[in-house]
């Protein structure tokens, strides 16, 4: 007989309306159960809870306009089941082609029995992952996901969480009796990974502050939105760490077991009714383990469907369980409620022996018949038949009193229950009426952008970092080309400079690659339940990425431009300044795109650093336009570099009266540089003698427009070349949005 537990089962905990107190991770057992010394109230719903947390803090409470509820009447309403996940046949498998890796093309086997599983996993290029896995799942209930690692744990998880392409699974999912769309499933349903990807530099109040203004209606007012997340920090016990960061290796914020439950909470902020979780006590101490399974137990009883994965659950944590599925190679060895292990395990021939986890016995078990000749077919024969007698009757009678999946979602916000949508007053009980996003692109944009601001702002060493690059690089640049003079070797010395210059405000721009690594499985958590739109994001990360770069740009430019001489005054000025700007945009534009395209940073940055290099070579500074051979003239124009190279060459050089070279300047690049001025002279003056016109030492024969046409650049005016840079940015930043879309897919193939 499973022994009783403060939470007892499904409609006896004892949950009141003084359950939210200011509470920590001690406490938190006191919070969930609300055991103020004397009987067991009614449990009441997420949003009942909301509802008097507003009426507490409001200074005159007033009392709701609605009729009183008998008691009778709330045990009805507890008797019904609102939804049933059921699943049946559920059969998945990859193929592995020669040569590749496990992670290469998979699609569904048609293998049905234990033994095909067995021969089939011999093979090397196939592995069943799951094999005809059937059960159900309750309102109200923890289904957990047991096994060994490799079992197919998060492969189930995934599959009833529709994270698995249907052309690759086989078998049903329904949720009372319907089929359920992917867009419904992300609008009443929430997946928490393994791992805890939030914020290391926001608070645990700021993370779940933004998921409440991602997840939540627009027309919800946001003190009601506000309302919520004090709510949710009270029931996930987390009220004396609400105002410390969530930390990383660098920054100490909160504990293991507090980290896992932000995580939680921000998938629940919305309060789904499917709460799917992979592996949620992985990594815990045995209490902070255990303390996150009453939290998703207090869940469940709000009147959600909890299923998560275990690895190997301590025995606390197994009294708070109400069904479980074994699973081995793919196969369901149990499933059923957790007090019915033994007897099943009696019954097959193995019964537990006393003072022993029957969990751990279980897992033993299952391992020695892996490992044997005949493999698990005998046990899963052995489930199949015992299930089939013992369970078929009730299933049945619990499908004719279910409800039908509009019905059940109308009881559910009747009752309290608050999903992404919910402003259109009871109108989402379908798919269509379910509003696929919370807020407008311009909402989810202003909160993304206020998000980055202030992770931004809270790291103010990586910006003055970069900072210190740039002005370093420019002393350096200014302090070598001092004051350059307008003689035939101050021109090349310009040309050095300017070549130089712009390619450093690209290979600056590199630092930028981490940013969406760092956050991309984050990104990728948030947008697989439709918590903004993949544009949101990169107009976001434009808005964000642009006043740094103003910065920069003006940091170089004042240390630069005066410095080295540049000719042209203000005006001259202020467009290096706006193509210097327009540069450091293109970049940060690139490098963006990089980070999309690739997932690893050494690899991105050896990526970016080659790119770059060729966009140099083929800038026209080494070799010019007009003798870059034909085949690689395209390269010329999709280098980003050329059009800033060619804009301030233009504005150095674009001015008709001013003089690059005299007649006497003409022999300093040649060997009769040594010559006197005298004989220099002469040669002058035969020289205009053959040529029909005067050339003396102070004749002007270079321009700006002829340097400008010696180095083939007649095509683009320089604000053509600022325009084109501009656009190159635009067009990273959109390529980045089309790498988003195709990159960032959550379903296993």
């Not at 079992?151 to 329904?174: F, H, M, P, Y």
């Not at 537990?352 to 033993?364: G, H, K, S």
Request: positive net charge.
């Amino acid at each position: 007989m499973k022994p009783s537990s403060p939470f007892g089962k499904r409609g006896s905990s004892p949950v009141g309306p003084f359950a939210f107190q200011h509470v920590g991770d001690g406490d938190l057992e006191a919070s969930i159960t609300g055991d103020t010394g004397g009987g067991q109230p009614q449990r009441p719903r997420f949003g009942e809870l909301l509802q008097h947390v507003e009426e507490a803090r409001s200074p005159t409470p007033t009392l709701p306009d609605r009729q009183p509820v008998e008691l009778d009447s709330l045990d009805r309403r507890e008797q019904a089941v609102p939804f049933v996940l059921s699943f049946t046949d559920l059969t998945y498998s990859v193929q592995l082609s020669p040569g590749m890796l496990a992670g290469g093309c998979k699609r569904t086997l048609p293998s049905t029995t234990a033994e095909s599983v067995e021969a089939a996993n011999k093979l090397s290029d196939t592995r069943m992952l799951l094999n005809r896995v059937t059960g159900e799942a309750r309102d109200g209930e923890i289904l957990a996901v047991l096994g060994a690692s490799g079992s197919g744990k998060s492969t189930l998880i995934d599959a009833l969480a529709n994270r698995i392409a249907k052309e690759s699974l086989q078998g049903t999912v329904k949720l009372n009796g319907e089929a359920v769309g992917e867009r419904l499933m992300r609008s009443i349903s929430a997946y928490v990974r393994q791992d805890d990807l939030l914020f290391p530099m926001l608070t645990v109040e700021e993370t779940l502050s933004f998921a409440a203004e991602f997840r939540l209606p627009r027309t919800l007012p946001k003190e009601k939105k506000q309302s919520r997340v004090q709510a949710l920090i009270d029931q996930l016990g987390l009220r004396r760490a609400a105002k410390t960061i969530i930390g990383d290796e660098g920054h100490r914020g909160v504990s293991g077991g507090e980290r896992r439950r932000v995580s939680i909470g921000i998938d629940i902020i919305h309060d789904p009714i499917l709460l799917f979780l992979d592996e949620p006590t992985s990594g815990l101490d045995s209490t902070s383990a255990f303390m996150v399974a009453k939290v998703l137990q207090r869940i469940a009883r709000t009147g959600s469907i909890v299923i998560m994965s275990v690895h190997q659950p301590s025995y606390r944590i197994v009294e708070l369980l109400d069904r479980m599925i074994f699973l081995s190679r793919g196969n369901a060895v149990y499933s059923g409620p957790p007090a019915q292990l033994p007897a099943f395990l009696a019954e097959f021939g193995s019964p537990v022996p006393e003072n022993e986890n029957q969990i751990e016995f279980a897992l033993d078990l299952v391992r020695q018949l892996e490992a044997g000749p005949g493999g698990i077919k005998v046990l899963v024969d052995f489930h199949n038949n015992w299930k089939a007698t013992r369970f078929a009757p009730s299933l049945q009678s619990n499908k004719k009193g279910g409800l039908t999946l509009k019905e059940a979602i109308s009881a559910s916000i009747s009752r309290g229950k608050l999903v992404s949508g919910n402003a259109t007053q009871g109108r989402q009980n379908s798919s269509e009426s379910m509003p696929e996003f919370a807020n407008p692109l311009w909402k989810e944009t202003a909160i993304l952008t206020k998000r980055s601001v202030m992770n931004t702002r809270r790291l103010p060493e990586l910006f003055f970092m970069r900072l210190a690059v740039v002005m370093v690089t420019g002393f350096v640049l200014a302090t070598i080309f001092w004051r350059l003079d307008s003689s035939p070797k101050g021109v090349q010395e310009r040309l050095g400079f300017f070549a130089f210059a712009m390619s450093t405000t690209f290979y600056t721009c590199a630092d930028a690659l981490p940013v969406f690594l760092q956050e991309r499985y984050i990104f990728m958590r948030e947008t697989a339940y439709n918590a903004y739109r993949r544009s949101s994001y990169v107009l976001s990360n434009a808005i964000v990425a642009a006043p740094p770069l103003v910065l920069l740009s003006l940091a170089f430019s004042l240390i630069t431009f005066f410095a080295v001489g540049l000719a042209g005054g203000g005006e001259s000025f202020l467009y290096f300044f706006a193509i210097t700007f327009a540069s450091f945009w293109a970049g940060s534009g690139f490098v963006t795109f990089i980070s999309g395209v690739v997932s690893q940073v050494m690899l991105g940055y050896i990526v970016v650093v080659a790119v770059l290099a060729y966009y140099l070579l083929f800038s026209g500074f080494f070799i010019n336009r007009d003798r870059i051979p034909s085949y690689w003239l395209w390269f010329h124009y999709l280098s980003l570099v050329k059009y800033p190279y060619e804009g301030v060459l233009q504005n150095e050089f674009e001015s008709t009266s001013k003089c690059f070279s005299t007649g006497g300047q003409m022999f300093d690049n040649t060997p009769l540089k040594g010559l006197s001025a005298a004989t220099k002279a002469e040669l002058l003056q035969s020289l205009s003698s053959s040529l029909g016109m005067n050339v003396t030492m102070s004749t002007c024969v270079t321009t700006g427009m002829d340097i400008l046409k010696d180095q083939s650049i007649t095509q683009l005016s320089k604000w053509n070349c600022f325009w084109v840079t501009v656009a190159w940015g635009f067009l990273f930043r959109f390529l980045f949005y089309i790498a988003l879309l195709i990159g960032s897919k959550n379903k296993r193939r």
